[in-house]
């Protein structure tokens, strides 16, 4: 199949990823300025964020049966109400409004997130097509647009209100594209004649392994600005930087690695994934110059790329096809504990012991896919 086939085939998911990466993207940049908007520290920004794992967990457990009962309409209602909640944060300057804002984010974060990742499951196996690189790879270029985007913003003297808002709008247009005339996504319910599979330990280890990797790579989003700009010394413009090098290196390698995963052992994949990310993060925990913190955030682009849809897309091909979309659903929902828990716990390490720790942190946390991509091989085989 033709590249721009394989674009028309994914475009409904492609445009839900995209579109996230833009939000998160604004945010992780934006993020300096969000604290001083606050007037808060590190440790305290952290407890203001912690409402925003929590309400996505909550939607996530409630994304399955919003899809089953919405239809083809599930995705698209998803990713509008998400784009509509990032023009919040900017607007909520109070210690008190602020965390029901980023609830809001996170959880039509977490919806939209179960949501497109079961629709490119399905698409991936009914097509016979490697689709989930190609998608977070959109999530990525997303991503580095709305980091690079706010970073111009941000020099131009606009406040987060402005920054925030305008980017929603943008996201929202990009959502426009999720609508698709046979977009249900099949499996998301209970069969009612009790025949229900069981979905096993497969989805558990692979939602540990995207946990460990949404862990590190959204943690090293959210902080990397703040890590050139406090601890390097760097400008608002190359504290956009951070977030931008890193996820636009993850969308190169997650497009290089459309063709990698076919040709390659998909666990030997994580595996060394995980150990080039580790050296990533290393080198930006000790970098001393915001030209080297980028230098440690690209190799640590590069490893991270194929961790999350490797891990994805081995959980929806080794499932059974009635509890494909389930399956995924459910290790979206392990996975995702890493995504939204990430940024507050390093923000707590970030508060204790600084920046360069947290990093570490993140290192050693990437070691632990080692362990269990060997144990997700074997449970796959049972």
Not at 26 to 43: I, Q, R, W
Not at 313 to 318: H, K, P
Not at 339 to 365: D, E, K, T
Request: charged share 10%.
């Amino acid at each position: 199949m033709q590249f721009h086939q394989v674009i028309q085939t994914s475009r409904a998911p492609l445009a839900a990823f995209a579109a996230m990466g833009v939000l998160w993207g604004t945010y992780a940049a934006v993020f300096p300025d969000l604290k001083t908007m606050l007037g808060v520290g590190e440790a305290r920004l952290g407890q203001l964020i912690l409402l925003t794992p929590l309400a996505a967990v909550t939607s996530m457990l409630l994304a399955p049966a919003f899809g089953a009962r919405m239809g083809r309409v599930a995705l698209p209602v998803a990713a509008l109400a998400m784009a509509l909640a990032f023009a919040l944060p900017g607007q909520a300057a109070s210690v008190w409004i602020f965390p029901f804002a980023m609830a809001a984010c996170g959880a039509a974060t977490g919806m939209t997130d179960v949501l497109m990742n079961a629709r490119v499951s399905q698409l991936e196996n009914e097509r016979g097509l490697h689709l989930m690189n190609l998608c977070h790879a959109a999530y990525s270029f997303g991503y580095a647009g709305g980091a690079l985007g706010t970073g111009v913003l941000r020099g131009m003297g606009w406040g987060p209100d402005w920054v925030m808002g305008s980017m929603a709008l943008m996201a929202a247009a990009v959502v426009l594209l999720t609508f698709e005339a046979d977009g249900r996504i099949v499996g998301l319910g209970r069969p009612k004649d009790g025949s229900s599979s069981k979905l096993g330990w497969l989805p558990l280890i692979g939602g540990g392994i995207v946990l460990i990797a949404f862990l590190t790579e959204n943690a090293a989003e959210n902080w990397s600005a703040l890590h050139i700009e406090k601890t390097l010394g760097g400008s608002p413009e190359e504290g956009a930087m951070g977030p931008a090098a890193l996820a636009l290196t993850m969308a190169f390698a997650r497009l290089a690695g459309q063709g990698i995963v076919a040709r390659v052992n998909p666990f030997r994949l994580l595996v060394g994934g995980a150990v080039i990310s580790a050296l990533g993060a290393l080198g930006a925990a000790v970098a001393a110059s915001p030209m080297q913190a980028y230098a440690g955030f690209i190799v640590m682009g590069i490893g991270s790329s194929v961790i999350a849809p490797t891990a994805f897309s081995l959980v929806g091909r080794l499932s059974a096809p009635e509890a494909r979309a389930r399956s995924v659903a459910r290790a979206t929902f392990w996975g995702y504990f890493g995504y939204f828990f990430g940024p507050p716990m390093l923000g707590f390490i970030a508060g204790g012991f600084g920046l360069r720790y947290a990093f570490v942190f993140a290192a050693v946390m990437l070691l632990v896919v080692v362990v269990l991509a060997p144990v997700m091989a074997r449970a796959s085989r049972r």
